[in-house]
């Protein structure tokens, strides 16, 4: 049984950062490209950042770009979001997702695991 188990969500003031990680267990690790998810009360979830197998390949959402830095650690089976400049607008309860293909996807029901999500909150 696979699981993913986030953690580093907190409360910040605006340009502050917050570093999140995501541990998976049950499986092999390395075979799974892995993503961050976002979702804000009444909305969709939505693609955060995402990383393939062997961490050559990084993608952002445009709104996080420059800000956020994805990373994965395959010898201690996780994965990492490093979020500096943090803004009001990005909080929200942030997800983590495997996926069991080399490369991450935008889609949501393309992931075969899901983290319980951790919350950060941005303060003006």
């Known amino acids: 049984q696979v699981q993913l188990v986030e953690s580093g969500g907190g409360s910040v003031q605006a340009g502050g950062s917050l570093r999140l990680s995501c541990a998976l267990s049950?499986?092999?690790?390395?075979?799974?490209?892995m993503a961050w998810f976002r979702q804000a009360p009444g909305k969709e979830r939505e693609f955060v950042s995402g990383?393939?197998?062997?961490?050559?390949?990084?993608y952002y959402a445009d709104s996080v770009k420059g800000r956020f830095t994805i990373s994965r650690d395959n010898a201690k089976n996780t994965v990492f979001l490093q979020m500096n400049s943090l803004r009001p607008e990005d909080t929200t309860v942030y997800y983590c997702?495997?996926?069991?293909?080399?490369?991450?996807?935008?889609?949501?029901?393309?992931?075969?695991?899901w983290g319980q999500g951790t919350q950060v909150t941005v303060s003006s």
């Open positions: 997702a495997a996926h069991g293909r080399p490369e991450p996807s935008f889609v949501l029901a393309s992931y075969d695991y």
């Open positions: 049950g499986r092999t690790f390395a075979v799974y490209a």
């Open positions: 990383i393939g197998w062997s961490g050559g390949s990084t």
